[in-house]
């Protein structure tokens, strides 16, 4: 594999073999006068955990809003599996199989985690009780939870029973994220997923990330913090200043050389 | 935890964490009510049932439980949709005035224009769904408050039934039978109960299925507890409270009829109470005014509670006020304990 994917002039060029499962070629996003995105380009391959760093304002949460849904590019076009696609809205990126976990832990506390893995989603029982009263099928819903949750190695999730507010941090991230897992989707991304938590905590979804690129589902992880990047990333995209500064891996960089780039105190 | 020596399995951890965070009896107590929020309402209804019952015989008279029974027929049905309401986190200020409205027209369209009593009762729905819609579209599209919205829909829906009917009451012998048929009795182990009070009952079992089981009533919860997850989630936040809305309308067609059976007249100046009641009833029955967490059974103890209250304290020879009093104490009672309820949210 190439070690350094320079800058977006030549991102474009095929550096690689494998078809990229997620791609996006040259995105534009300007709000008003500030350019968010200045001709960014990004591939996501099959099975890889990809991290996105930056500083605060080299256009990270843009980039994501625009892989996901939740901003539209100006310009540039965004590939799924080789098929051109274009999200208006987050359901749409979802509905295509791309699942997000946002910064915020889009959970709903009052409800259980089955019911949380399933919101939005619901398994209607089968017969008449289904159809014509639209009964969801409560049992089979909680034991799919619990199956999906094993296959995921999440194992501080027991009880599926247990309403999501009583859970820790990790508990529910571990919540979201399996939500996102489930269900087949193609790519899942993580903004932030550790942010608010703590040390052991932080490493449960670390392990989560690394189970799930082990059952072959590529991760877009953003985070801030290096050596988490360093440990479960298996190439390190570099935004600087609206730009891919870089795509480096951990093997061929040092975390040093990383800060280094995102900065701009060294080149690529 | 204090030690950090050889690391557990995290699961055990954890468990120790939730074991932990629950040992005082208190925070025990607490969690269950959390899980349980009807647990209190129960409690306080049992417990007011039998301090009233020891303080006058007559509160078992099966003619006294059927009057109560009765009395709290019509608020506990606009409790209903006022529950539904209060669970995506919004509150309904005009439930009152749009069930009167419906039961003018209910009963002008059949008594004056002569339309079948089907049809009437049927106007009667159309108009309680058309002010459903209007609050839904006016919370949903142009994102105002619910409270600002029903405060001025109340305002607009009490006018209207007042031009509408001339503030003519229209009494049930006018009626089509079927529009007071509401009112029958029917007798069941020396209780006379109403029409109405087993539409009540039906309807809160109804309602209470369609929550729990349907991903529907899920989805009332998860918008009135987190609107934005919800949305991530990928469930369609406007069309879920336009949909509350219009369940509410119709519900409050329903009480309309109800009314009509109860009172034996169609009165424009019926509901003046019954927008706060039902607020009354829903906080009392254990539902957070802050959307998400409540069930419909809680609602009907909180209406029982208060019909109980307003009986006992009556038969006990209290001056009206202090039944005001009392449900006032209640209220502020039962907002309390659901925040400190909620303070298991870390």
Same mark, same amino acid.
């Given at each position: ?11 474009d060029?095929? *550096?690689?073999?494998r ?5 996006a070629?040259?995105?534009v ?8 995105l ?9 099975g ?33 599996d ?11 990126a ?5 699942e997000?976990?946002?910064?915020n #832990? ?12 399933f919101?939005g989603?619901?398994?209607r ?10 009964v ?17 190695g999440i194992?501080? #999730? ?14 529910r991230?571990?919540?979201a994220?399996? !939500?996102?897992?489930?269900f ?12 608010a ?13 690394? =189970? ?9 992880l953003i ?16 935004? !600087? ?9 951990p093997?061929?960089h ?6 280094a780039?995102?900065?701009g105190?060294?080149?690529? | 935890m ?27 107590i ?5 899980r349980?929020?009807?647990?209190s ?24 439980l ?17 529950t539904?309401?209060i ?13 009167v ?7 002008q *369209? ?24 209007f ?5 949903? !599209? ?5 409270f ?6 109340l ?6 039934t007042?031009?509408y ?23 069941i182990?020396?209780?006379?109960? *109403? ?6 009952l ?9 929550l ?19 949305r991530?989630a ?17 519900? #409050?067609?329903l ?24 607020i009354?009833a ?5 539902t ?22 307003? =009986? ?28 400190w309820i909620?303070?298991? !949210?870390?």
């Open positions: 594999m190439t070690d350094t994917i320079a800058p977006d002039a030549a991102g060029a095929a *550096t690689e073999t078809t990229p499962i997620l791609r070629r040259r995105l996003k300007t709000f008003g006068r500030v350019v968010g200045d001709g960014v380009s990004l591939e996501l391959y099959p890889e955990v990809l991290a996105v760093i930056g500083d605060n304002g080299a256009g990270k949460s843009t980039l994501i809003k625009c892989l996901t849904g939740a901003e539209i590019p100006d310009e540039g076009e965004i590939f799924l080789g098929k051109p696609v274009h999200f208006k809205r987050p359901q749409d979802h509905a295509a199989g791309i997000t976990v946002y910064q #832990l889009a959970v709903s506390p009052a409800l259980d985690v089955a019911a949380n893995l919101l989603r619901e398994v029982k089968k017969g008449i009780l289904g159809s014509v009263f639209r969801v099928d409560q049992k089979g819903m909680r034991q799919k939870a619990k199956d999906e949750l094993k296959e995921l194992t501080t #999730l027991q009880d599926v029973t247990v309403a999501v507010e009583n859970l820790s941090g990790g508990q991230q571990a919540v994220v399996a !939500r996102a897992a489930a087949g989707s193609k790519v899942v991304v993580l903004d932030e997923p550790t942010a938590l703590g040390v052991r905590e932080s490493n449960q979804v670390l392990e989560l990330i690394k =189970n799930l690129r082990d059952r072959g589902i590529p991760v877009i985070s801030h913090n290096m050596p988490q990047v360093f440990d479960v990333a298996d190439r390190i995209h570099i935004q !600087r200043l609206g730009k891919r500064a870089a795509t480096i891996t093997e061929s040092s975390m040093t050389d990383a800060v780039i995102m900065t105190a060294a080149r690529a | 204090s030690q950090p020596t050889t690391e557990p399995p995290t699961s055990a951890l954890d468990l120790a964490e939730e074991f932990l965070d629950r040992t005082t009896p208190l925070s025990r607490r969690s269950t009510l959390h349980y929020p009807a647990i309402p129960a409690i306080v209804l049992v417990l007011s049932v039998i301090v009233f019952g020891l303080l006058n015989d007559r509160f078992w008279n099966p003619a006294n059927s009057l109560i029974t009765q009395q709290v027929a019509v608020v506990g049905t606009l409790a209903v949709a006022q539904l309401i669970l995506t986190a919004g509150i309904d200020l005009s439930v009152g005035a749009v069930m409205l419906s039961s003018m027209v209910m009963a *369209t059949t008594v004056q224009l002569g339309v079948p009593a089907v049809l009437g009762i049927f106007l009667g729905l159309v108009v309680g769904l058309a002010a459903g819609a609050n839904g579209f006016l919370v949903t !599209r142009l994102k105002l408050p619910p600002i919205v029903t405060l001025g829909t305002n607009i829906f009490v006018a209207l007042l031009l009917s001339g503030g003519a009451t229209i009494r049930g012998g006018e009626m089509p039978e079927l529009l007071t048929w509401t009112g029958e009795t029917f007798n182990a020396g209780v006379n109960i *109403t029409i109405g009070v087993l539409m009540m039906v309807l809160y079992i109804v309602i209470a299925l369609i729990q089981k349907t991903a529907w009533g899920r989805h009332v919860y998860a918008v009135g507890d987190d609107p934005e997850s919800a991530l990928g469930i369609r936040v406007n069309r879920v409270l336009m949909s509350v809305y219009l369940a509410a309308g119709a519900i #409050l067609a009480g309309a009829w109800i009314q009509i059976g109860r009172s034996n007249a169609a009165s424009p100046n019926a509901g003046a109470d019954l927008n706060l009641d039902s009354t829903v906080v009392i029955g254990g957070s005014l802050f959307g998400g967490r409540g069930t419909v059974w809680g609602t009907l103890l909180g209406a029982l509670i208060v019909g109980v209250f307003r =009986n006992g304290l009556s038969l006990a020879g209290l001056d009206v006020l202090w039944q005001t009093f009392a449900v006032g104490v209640l209220i502020v009672l039962a907002v309390s304990i659901d925040q909620r303070k298991v !949210r870390k």
